[in-house]
């Protein structure tokens, strides 16, 4: 069983920055690839970055390339989405997200590939 938290989302201008965090317990975070993803109001849920069990090989949605940075910290069991840039479209809630059949070098894109998820954090951009 692996359980994460987001946090560190909040109301923020378009243009500012903000780091979003994703607090994994558990399972070590070395041996499964995470994901963000992000739920707007009336919108399916989707893929917006994500970094693989091994090297950290990361992928982004071509909406937030550029803008978005997902690392992580095996040693502190989190990981991380820096927000820069940030636009109105970018308001959403943002959930982190465990994808414990991942192989080592890769990371899914695919919402279905992750079992596991946290409860989300609200990202509101004011423009």
């Known amino acids: 069983q692996v359980q994460l938290v987001e946090s560190g989302g909040g109301l923020v201008q378009a243009g500012g920055s903000l780091r979003l965090s994703c607090e994994v317990s558990?399972?070590?975070?070395?041996?499964?690839?995470t994901g963000w993803f992000r739920q707007a109001p009336g919108k399916e849920r989707e893929f917006v970055a994500a970094?693989?069990?091994?090297?950290?090989?990361?992928y982004y949605a071509d909406s937030v390339k550029g803008r978005f940075t997902v690392s992580k910290e095996n040693a502190e069991n989190t990981v991380y989405l820096q927000l820069h840039n940030l636009k109105a479209e970018d308001t959403a809630v943002y959930y982190c997200?465990?994808?414990?059949?991942?192989?080592?070098?890769?990371?899914?894109?695919?919402?279905?590939?992750?079992?596991?998820w946290g409860q989300g954090t609200q990202v509101t951009v004011s423009s």
């Open positions: 970094i693989s069990s091994r090297r950290g090989n990361t």
């Open positions: 558990g399972r070590a975070l070395s041996t499964f690839a």
């Open positions: 997200a465990a994808d414990l059949g991942s192989s080592a070098l890769v990371a899914s894109l695919r919402l279905s590939d992750y079992a596991y």
